[in-house]
């Protein structure tokens, strides 16, 4: 079961032990005491068009999203072998 966290809700970096590894296909965060905090793909839905915000969706959003972006969005992979 992946437990979800959003970055905001972890409230004092500097008096945590927290590892973060981004690899190509899932990024993962630990926090010593809670475990795995995030797990997700890597993976973000991006705009193409100026006036936007150029994310759209990060993770397992925008791995919902692939094959289903109309031209302006591109799911892509920031991290590449």
Same mark, same amino acid.
Do not use: C, F
């Given at each position: 079961?992946? &437990?979800?966290?959003?970055?905001?809700? *972890?409230?004092?970096?500097? &008096?945590?032990?927290? =590892?973060?590894?981004?690899?190509?296909?899932?990024?993962?965060?630990?926090?010593?005491?809670?475990?795995?905090?995030? /797990?997700?793909?890597?993976? *973000? *839905?991006?705009?193409?068009? &100026? /006036?936007? /915000?150029?994310?759209?969706?990060?993770?397992? =959003? =925008? &791995?919902?999203?692939?094959?289903?972006?109309?031209? =302006?969005?591109? *799911?892509?992979?920031?991290?590449?072998?």
């Amino acid at each position: 079961m992946t &437990k979800h966290l959003s970055l905001g809700r *972890v409230t004092d970096w500097t &008096k945590q032990d927290i =590892a973060i590894d981004m690899g190509t296909a899932s990024t993962i965060m630990y926090v010593r005491g809670r475990g795995i905090v995030v /797990n997700e793909p890597s993976l *973000v *839905v991006m705009s193409d068009r &100026k /006036n936007q /915000n150029p994310v759209h969706a990060v993770g397992e =959003a =925008a &791995k919902q999203m692939i094959g289903r972006t109309p031209r =302006a969005l591109k *799911v892509i992979r920031p991290l590449q072998r």
